[in-house]
């Protein structure tokens, strides 16, 4: 059973900084890549930054500058260090990552941690 447990979400004030962190655990081969993703309330989940197993980063425009996603492979975690936060970065971040489960398959399967709140207001 493989499983991702976020962490460090919470309530801060803009232009405060937060850190998310995800750990991998369970039976599997390797991880793929990793991402962390944003529900805002009322809206659709969205993407916030990806990250592969070779260390390529992909960030969306609105947190271009203000995020750094990183990943620790030997540990199978995957971080979010947030500046700057403004109020409209308040959402449920989930993390999710691409296992291959059997060294004797290619085949990938996303799983989902289940979201930390991270708030930002005055």
């Known amino acids: 059973q493989v499983q991702l447990v976020e962490s460090g979400g919470g309530l801060v004030q803009p232009g405060e900084s937060l850190r998310l962190s995800c750990a991998a655990s369970g039976s599997f081969f390797s991880i793929n890549a990793m991402g962390w993703y944003r529900q805002p309330p009322g809206k659709q989940r969205e993407l916030v930054a990806t990250i592969t197993n070779g260390g390529q980063t992909n960030y969306a425009d609105s947190v271009k500058g203000r995020f750094t996603i990183s990943r620790d492979n030997a540990q199978h975690t995957v971080s979010l260090q947030m500046n700057s936060l403004k109020p409209e970065d308040t959402a449920v971040y989930y993390c999710?990552?691409?296992?291959?489960?059997?060294?004797?398959?290619?085949?990938?399967?996303?799983?989902w941690g289940q979201g930390t709140q991270v708030t930002v207001s005055s």
């Open positions: 999710n990552a691409d296992f291959q489960i059997h060294s004797w398959s290619s085949t990938s399967f996303r799983y």
